[in-house]
C-alpha cells in the first residue's frame, strides 16, 4: 500500500432540520492509501455518501454544521472555502455517482462535458482539449470516441454513460477517485465491466479510491480495505480479509447473512431485525442496539468506541473478543447447516 | 429472413408444461403461455400512420408455472420480462400466443371476462413508494380489492388479519403510507395482493428498493405466505442471489426470448446457455478465498430491440460462438438460424446450437 | 421533420375548421342564440340591425341581405370558401369588410403583446433567477410576497387603479390617445407605457414563480452536482443551470404570447387601445357574427400557430425531443 492520501478525522456532519439535528455523519476517522481500493458498506441513511460529498464541498456549508478534518495533500479540505476547493475538485480528487443516467446535462453534448472539464483546470485550447477527450473516452473503452464525442448524452447507454463519466473523472490524472455506487443502476454484466475498468485503472494510475456501495460483494470482489458504516459511525473496519473472512461486529454479520448467495440454495435469511433508526433520535449507546440479538447490560447505555479489541482489526462492539468470535462461529455453523 | 420466418413456426417441439419441470410439478399447471410474443409498434405518416417497425419486447416466449411453485424470470433491463409478466396477467394485449389460466384460455378474454382471473392473479410491483396512493389510509388500501369486488361483509376485520399476518401493526389501520418505511411499505403491498386470496402473485423487481437487511425480511414473508396459502409465484428480478433464494425453477430472458430454464441448482450450477454463464460470472461473489476465476466479461451492449439481431440473439455478443469458430466470426447457424428451446441434458432447456460444457470457462467475448 | 411540420399545419387547418364551425353552432342553433329564430318571427340579430319599431319589410330585406335564410350549413360552407380566399365576411353593421378591419387592429394588438411579454419575460427570469440563487434571504421572501400579490390581483383592478392614479390623479399619462407606431413613435411610446406594465404585472409574477421553481429543481439535479464536483466555477454551474431552467419558460412563453395576440381584451379595453380585444367585444355586444367568427378566427390562428412554433423551438433546445 502507498502513502496516504486522504485522511478523515473525527468527521461530523450535522443538519439542522425543524425536528431536530439530523447526525448524518457523527464522528468518523479513516485513511486511505495511494493504490488501495477503500471499500464504504452501509445501507441507506449510514452516512457513506455525505462523507464524501463533505470531503468535496459539495454539502451546503451554511445548511450544515461540519467539524472535524478531512486531510488531502497538505490541506485541511474542510478549512478552504469554495473557491479555494474549485481547483482540487476534480483535479486531485473527482468522484462519480450512482445514476449514470442523471449526472450528465441533457441538453450538452457528452464531448463538451467532458471538454468543459478539461478546460476549467488546464488553460489549453479547444482543439488540444478536444483530442485529449477522444483519448479518455478511448481509454474507458468507448468505441469509435471521434464519433460519440458529439453525442448526446441520450444517445449512450447507461454503462457507457458511467464510462462517461469515469473519462471526466480521469481528465485530470487525479491521485483520489471517489465512486459513490458506480454500478448500482446498471445491470450485472455492465457493472461486471465497469469495475474492471476502475480496478485497471486504479493499477495503471497508483491512484486511491473510494468505493461506496450498499453491496458487501462488490466491496468483497474489489476492495482492499472495508468501512462498514451504521448511522453515521464505523462500526468496523480493517483489511477485506480481516472483515469478510472474521467479521468482528453484529451488524456485520447481520449484512452477510441478509445477502441471498448465489452460490448455494441455501435455507432460511437470517434478516437484521426491525429497520435502521432515525438520525434524529439515534439510539443511545450502540446505535444498533435495538435491532442487535446479543445485545446485553452496557449496550444501551456506553456508546462503544472504534477500537481493537483484540481481533486483530478496529471495531465498535461492547462484546468480548472471545464471545464474538464463538457466536460468529455459531452464526456460520448453524447457515451451513440448514443450507445443506 | 430467417428471423421472420423463425416468429411464424413455434421454435421448440415441447410443450410448454414439459419444459424443464421442477420437483412442484404435479398435476395440471396454473397458468401457461405459449408461443407469447408482444411487439410494440413504431408508427410513422402524415395522416395515415403505418407501421415501419416494431419493438420486439417479447418473442415467442413459452412456459408453465405449476400450482405452489416459484418460477424466476431473470434478465438485464430491457429483456423483456416486465412485458412478459404484464402481458401474462393480460394488463397488455399480447400480439400472439395463447395463454392459459386453470385450463381455461384467457387469451380473447375482454375485461369483463377478465374479472374473476383476476381476482386470481395479483401483481406486486418494485417501488414501495410510488404504487400507494398517499391520500389514502393503509386501511383502504389494503381494503380496495374488496370493494372492487364487491365483497360482502365488514372488511375491517379482514384488513386487520392481514396487515397482523404480514407483520404491520393492526392498530395502524388508519395511518396513511408516508408514515411507513420502505420495508413496510412493501409489506402494505404484500397485504393488498393476498386480499382475495389469490393462487398466483407476479412480483416485479419487489425487494429491488430495499435495503438488504429490509430485503431478507420480506424476501422470508415471501416464503412464509408462500407455504401458508399454497401461493404461486412469478418472480421477476434482475438480483441473481435473489431468484436463486426464491425460485424452483429459473427462466433466463435475452432480448426478448427465455434463453434457457432449468431448476434454480440446476441452472446456476451448470449453465448451458453462454448468455446464462456470462450472466453468473458477472456478479461479484462477495466471499474472499474463492479463487478469483476468469470472469467472463461481455463487451458491448445489448443490441436495440428494434432492430434485433438475426439468428441467435445473443451471437454477436457470444464468446462461446467465436470459440467454436476458432476466432473468426461466428458459426454460420448462429447467425443465421433462431436455435429452438431444447432439452440439453435431463431437465434442462436452453435455445442454443453450442451449449456450455460443464467444466468449460469462457474466455472473455471479442468486440461485437 | 418536415413530415412532422406537414401533420401538424394540416392539423391545425382542422382546428381552424372546427373552431369557425363552433362558432357557427352558437350562433344559429342554440335556443336564444342570435342567429336563431326560435319561436320569434326574425333572428335576434336582425331586428337588432334594423333598429327601432322596424317594419317586417325591413327586416326581411335585412335577412335577405345577410343570408340569414339560407340554410345553416350553406352560409358555413360559403364562409369556408370565402375565408380560404382571405376573405372573412362583412360586418353586419359597418358593412366593413372584416380582413381589412382585423389587418386595421392589428397592429396595436401586436405591440401591446410584444411590449408587455419583453417586459415580462425581463422582469419574471430575473427576479425568479435571482430569488433562486439567493434563496431564503430577505430578497427572495420580499419578491416571492411581491410575485403572489401580483399572481393575485386581477388585471382589470391594476389596469383601473392605474388609469385612476396615472391619469387622473398624476395627470402624467392620457389615456385613449393611442396613434399608430408609424405616425409617430413617440407619442405612441408614451401611451403605451402604461398598458405594458399592466398587463405585465400578473404574467411577471407567473413567470418568476415559475423560474425560481424551475432553477431550484434543476439545482437539485444530479448532473449540476457533477458540474460542480469536476471543478466548474459558480459561474458556468449557473449557466448549466439556466440552460435546464429557462427552457420550458420558452414553451410557456410562445403559448402565453400566442393567446395575446388574439386579443388582450380587458386591457385593451381599459386604455381604449383600437386592437383585436376590444373589436372582439365590441362585435359580441352587437351580435356581429362576421366580426366574431374573423376575430375568433384569427385568435385561433395566432395559438396553433404559437403551438407549432413552440413545439419547433423545444427540437432545437432538447436534443432529446425529436419529432420522427
Redesign the interface.
Known amino acids: 500500500m502507498g502513502e496516504p492520501i486522504l485522511e478523515v478525522k473525527d468527521l461530523k456532519v450535522h443538519f439542522p432540520t425543524p425536528d431536530g439535528v439530523v447526525k448524518a455523519v457523527d464522528g468518523l476517522t479513516f485513511t486511505v492509501h495511494r493504490g488501495e481500493t477503500f471499500g464504504i458498506v452501509g445501507e441507506s441513511g449510514s452516512g457513506k455518501s455525505v462523507t464524501c460529498l463533505t470531503a468535496?464541498g459539495?454539502i451546503k456549508r451554511e445548511s450544515a454544521q461540519i467539524s472535524g478534518e478531512v486531510l488531502f495533500e497538505g490541506h485541511d479540505l474542510l478549512k478552504l472555502s469554495?473557491e479555494d476547493l474549485?481547483?482540487?475538485?476534480?483535479?486531485g480528487l473527482?468522484?462519480i455517482?450512482q445514476?449514470p443516467f442523471?449526472?450528465?446535462?441533457?441538453?450538452?453534448r457528452v464531448g463538451d462535458q467532458i471538454i468543459?472539464?478539461i478546460q476549467?483546470?488546464d488553460s489549453c485550447d479547444k482543439n488540444e482539449a478536444k483530442n485529449r477527450t477522444i483519448g479518455l473516452l478511448d481509454a474507458v473503452g468507448i468505441p469509435q470516441p471521434d464519433d460519440r464525442i458529439r453525442d448526446?448524452p441520450?444517445q449512450f447507454s447507461g454503462g457507457m454513460r458511467q464510462r462517461a463519466?469515469i473519462a471526466?473523472?480521469l481528465?485530470h490524472n487525479p491521485s483520489l477517485l471517489i465512486a459513490d455506487e458506480p454500478t448500482t443502476a446498471l445491470d450485472v454484466t455492465v457493472q461486471a465491466q465497469i469495475l474492471e475498468l476502475i480496478d485497471h485503472i486504479k493499477q495503471e494510475f497508483n491512484i486511491g479510491v473510494i468505493l461506496i456501495t450498499h453491496d458487501l460483494g462488490v466491496v468483497a470482489d474489489v476492495a482492499q480495505s472495508v468501512m462498514v458504516m451504521y448511522a453515521g459511525r464505523a462500526v468496523e473496519y480493517g483489511s477485506r480479509d480481516e472483515v469478510f473472512s472474521g467479521p468482528l461486529h453484529p451488524y456485520t454479520w447481520g449484512l452477510l447473512e441478509s445477502i441471498p448467495n448465489i452460490d448455494r440454495k441455501g435455507g432460511r435469511l437470517v434478516p437484521i431485525e426491525g429497520a435502521p433508526p432515525s438520525l434524529i433520535r439515534v439510539p443511545t449507546g450502540c446505535a444498533f442496539n435495538p435491532r442487535c440479538p446479543h445485545r446485553f447490560d452496557p449496550c444501551d447505555k456506553d456508546r462503544p468506541e472504534l477500537l481493537d479489541r483484540g481481533g486483530g482489526h478496529p471495531e465498535a462492539c461492547h462484546l468480548r473478543i472471545e464471545d464474538k468470535k464463538r457466536l460468529w462461529n455459531e452464526r456460520e455453523a448453524g447457515r451451513v447447516e440448514v443450507a445443506s | 429472413m430467417s428471423r421472420a420466418a423463425s416468429t411464424n413456426e413455434p421454435t421448440t417441439d415441447t410443450p410448454p408444461e414439459d419444459i424443464a419441470k421442477s420437483s412442484k410439478a404435479v398435476g395440471e399447471p396454473l397458468v401457461t403461455v405459449e408461443n407469447l410474443t408482444k411487439r410494440f409498434p413504431i408508427k410513422?405518416?402524415?395522416?395515415f400512420q403505418r407501421e415501419v417497425a416494431a419493438v420486439h419486447a417479447v418473442e415467442d416466449v413459452s412456459f408453465a408455472i405449476y400450482p405452489g411453485e416459484t418460477l424466476g424470470l431473470v434478465g438485464e433491463s430491457g429483456c423483456g420480462k416486465s412485458t412478459t409478466a404484464r402481458v401474462l396477467l393480460k394488463l397488455i394485449e399480447p400480439t400472439s400466443g395463447k395463454i392459459t389460466f386453470e385450463g381455461e384460455d384467457i387469451t380473447n378474454l375482454n375485461k369483463r371476462q377478465m374479472r374473476p382471473m383476476r381476482r386470481q392473479a395479483q401483481m406486486m410491483f418494485q417501488d414501495p413508494y410510488a404504487s400507494l396512493n398517499p391520500r389514502q389510509t393503509i386501511g383502504q388500501i389494503i381494503g380496495a380489492p374488496f370493494r372492487i369486488h364487491k365483497m360482502s361483509g365488514e372488511a375491517k376485520p379482514k384488513v386487520q388479519e392481514l396487515m397482523e399476518r404480514v407483520g404491520l401493526n393492526p392498530e395502524h389501520y388508519n395511518r396513511y403510507a408516508h408514515e411507513f418505511s420502505g420495508g413496510q411499505r412493501q409489506r402494505i403491498g404484500v397485504a393488498r395482493a393476498l386480499a382475495l386470496r389469490p393462487k398466483l402473485i407476479v412480483c416485479d423487481e419487489p425487494v429491488s428498493a430495499l435495503d438488504v437487511s429490509i430485503q431478507a425480511q420480506v424476501l422470508n414473508l415471501f416464503e412464509d405466505l408462500q407455504g401458508e396459502f399454497g401461493l404461486t409465484y412469478l418472480f421477476i428480478s434482475h438480483d441473481l442471489g435473489v431468484v436463486r433464494h426464491i425460485s424452483d425453477r429459473i427462466a433466463v430472458m435475452y432480448l426478448g426470448h427465455v434463453v434457457e430454464v432449468a431448476t434454480a441448482d440446476e441452472l446456476y450450477n451448470n449453465p448451458k446457455h453462454p448468455y446464462t454463464a456470462a450472466l453468473l460470472s458477472a456478479v461479484p461473489k462477495g466471499k474472499v478465498g474463492a479463487q478469483v476465476t476468469t470472469r467472463t466479461v461481455l463487451t458491448g451492449d445489448v443490441p436495440s430491440p428494434v432492430n434485433p439481431p438475426s439468428g441467435c440473439p445473443f451471437h454477436p455478443r457470444c464468446p462461446k460462438a467465436r470459440q467454436v469458430a476458432g476466432g473468426e466470426g461466428v458459426p454460420e447457424n448462429c447467425r443465421d438460424d433462431l436455435p429452438p428451446l431444447g432439452e440439453v441434458v435431463d431437465n434442462h432447456h436452453a435455445a442454443c446450437w453450442y451449449p456450455v460444457e460443464e467444466t468449460e470457462e469462457l474466455a472473455k467475448a471479442a468486440h461485437a | 421533420m418536415t413530415?412532422y411540420l406537414?401533420?401538424r399545419t394540416?392539423w391545425s387547418i382542422t382546428m381552424l375548421i372546427a373552431v369557425t364551425a363552433l362558432v357557427f353552432v352558437i350562433f344559429f342553433l342554440l335556443p336564444g342564440a342570435a342567429g336563431n329564430a326560435g319561436s320569434g318571427k326574425y333572428p335576434p340579430v336582425a331586428v337588432r340591425i334594423a333598429g327601432k319599431q322596424p317594419s317586417p319589410a325591413t327586416i326581411e330585406a335585412i335577412i335577405d341581405r345577410l343570408g340569414l335564410d339560407r340554410p345553416v350549413h350553406e352560409q358555413f360552407f360559403s364562409y369556408l370558401g370565402n375565408a380560404a380566399q382571405g376573405d372573412l365576411g362583412y360586418s353586419y353593421q359597418t358593412e366593413e369588410p372584416v380582413t381589412q378591419a382585423v389587418l386595421r387592429r392589428l397592429p396595436p394588438t401586436i405591440g401591446l403583446a410584444l411590449g408587455a411579454s419583453v417586459l415580462w419575460l425581463l422582469i419574471g427570469c430575473t427576479i425568479g433567477v435571482i430569488s433562486a440563487l439567493k434563496r431564503r434571504t430577505v430578497w427572495d421572501r420580499a419578491s416571492m410576497i411581491g410575485a403572489l400579490a401580483g399572481v393575485s390581483m386581477p388585471v382589470f383592478w391594476i389596469g383601473l387603479m392605474a388609469v385612476f392614479f396615472f391619469d387622473s390623479r398624476l395627470q402624467i399619462y392620457d389615456t385613449g390617445s393611442y396613434v399608430p407606431f408609424t405616425s409617430n413613435p413617440l407619442q405612441w411610446l408614451s401611451v403605451m407605457w402604461l398598458p405594458w406594465i399592466v398587463l405585465a404585472l400578473t404574467y411577471a409574477a407567473i413567470y418568476s414563480r415559475m423560474v425560481r421553481g424551475n432553477m431550484l429543481e434543476v439545482g437539485g439535479?444530479?448532473?449540476i452536482?457533477?458540474?460542480?464536483?469536476?471543478?466548474?466555477?459558480?459561474r458556468?454551474v449557473i449557466r448549466?443551470q439556466l440552460?435546464?431552467a429557462l427552457?420550458p419558460v420558452v414553451t410557456m412563453y410562445g403559448l402565453d404570447l400566442g393567446l395575446l395576440l388574439g386579443g388582450a381584451i380587458i386591457t385593451e379595453n381599459i386604455f381604449n387601445i383600437p386592437g383585436i380585444g376590444s373589436y372582439t367585444v365590441t362585435a359580441i355586444a352587437q351580435q356581429n357574427l362576421p366580426v366574431i367568427l374573423g376575430t375568433t378566427v384569427i385568435a385561433s390562428f395566432f395559438i396553433i400557430f404559437s403551438n407549432l412554433i413552440v413545439d419547433v423551438f423545444y427540437a432545437i433546445?432538447?436534443?432529446?425531443v425529436t419529432y420522427?
Do not use: V
Open positions: 468535496l459539495l469554495n474549485r481547483p482540487i475538485r476534480g483535479k473527482s468522484m455517482f445514476d442523471a449526472c450528465l446535462h441533457p441538453f450538452y468543459e472539464a476549467c483546470h448526446y441520450h463519466m471526466m473523472a481528465a | 410513422k405518416g402524415i395522416i | 413530415q406537414i401533420r394540416l439535479e444530479d448532473y452536482r457533477t458540474a460542480r464536483a469536476k471543478g466548474l466555477t459558480e458556468s448549466h440552460r435546464s427552457t433546445l432538447d436534443p432529446r420522427s
